[in-house]
């Protein structure tokens, strides 16, 4: 026999993979409208983008 | 393929350069990229990551039963000849879990509304709940898994689902419980729902 309790703290566990997978699906909405709207770049751009934010502000611990 | 970068992606790709970065700076930049280096893979073989999961699982329909193999005779002719007319009767619910890409049944498991004598209870349990000679539970019947899924994790997948039923369900219960018979294979029930934080009986130690 598995007890109440037992059983809550085990749904609780299997309830985190299904809010990450609906923070998932949230991510991939707003992709998607970043895409229908045009708002992409090619990666070596941002890849680009990211090397002149670095050298211009170097971040410090 | 073409692949972009879209503008929830890129502001992702600044916020981790900037949580990095606050621990370590020089690490902040590598990583990033090493992250695009990942994403441009993905153009290559859009494949690689799949999202969706290996089984499936859904109530009993028309599914193939003749080939379910799970080394136990009585699991097999349950699953075979009878659970079906249990369904429609509701006397169980029955649960099949499918591998996606093969449709072959891997596992299978039935509910019943079922009580057991508050008496075969632990006394520590049995005193914190209403003094009702019977406490409600639900009975996983019959579970089994077929022979070729062995060491796939099909039987805790088939029992996290039965407690996730149990514990959304509208119908009281106030626990779960399963049956396994002294015999050489339920033996092996016994200590898979052991190890899964079972408690027995007091009149099925």
């Known amino acids: 026999m598995m007890r109440g309790e037992i059983m809550h703290e085990a749904i609780r566990g299997l309830m985190e993979p299904e809010r990450r997978l609906e923070r998932f699906d949230g991510a991939i909405a707003l992709g998607l409208a970043d895409t229908k709207a045009g708002r992409v770049q090619e990666i070596e751009a941002v890849r680009r983008e990211l090397r002149d934010a670095a050298a211009e502000s170097p971040l410090t611990a | ?205």
Not at chain 2, 66 to 83: H, I, K, P, Q
Not at chain 2, 160 to 185: E, F, M, N, Q, T
């Open chain 2, 1 to 205: 393929m073409r692949l972009v970068i879209t503008a929830a992606a890129k502001a992702d790709l600044l916020a981790i350069r900037r949580t990095i970065g606050a621990d370590n700076p020089s690490r902040a930049l590598s990583f990033v990229e090493e992250l695009l280096d990942r994403c441009l893979v993905l153009a290559d073989t859009p494949k690689a990551y799949p999202l969706v999961t290996r089984f499936v699982l859904e109530a009993l329909a028309k599914h193939e039963r003749t080939a379910f193999l799970s080394g136990n005779d009585r699991v097999d002719l349950y699953f075979r000849e009878m659970v079906s007319q249990d369904v429609k009767r509701k006397y169980a619910t029955c649960y099949v879990l499918i591998e996606r890409n093969t449709d072959k049944g891997a596992g299978i498991y039935t509910l019943s509304a079922h009580s057991i004598p508050l008496n075969d209870l632990a006394p520590e349990l049995a005193k914190k709940l209403p003094r009702y000679p019977s406490v409600p539970v639900v009975l996983i019947g019959w579970m089994g898994r077929d022979l070729a899924f062995r060491g796939a994790g099909v039987g805790s997948l088939l029992l996290y689902d039965a407690i996730s039923r149990v514990a959304k369900a509208l119908v009281g219960a106030y626990a779960i419980c399963a049956d396994a018979i002294a015999d050489a294979i339920d033996q092996l029930a016994a200590a898979f729902y052991r190890d899964h934080q079972f408690q027995p009986l007091a009149s099925r130690p």
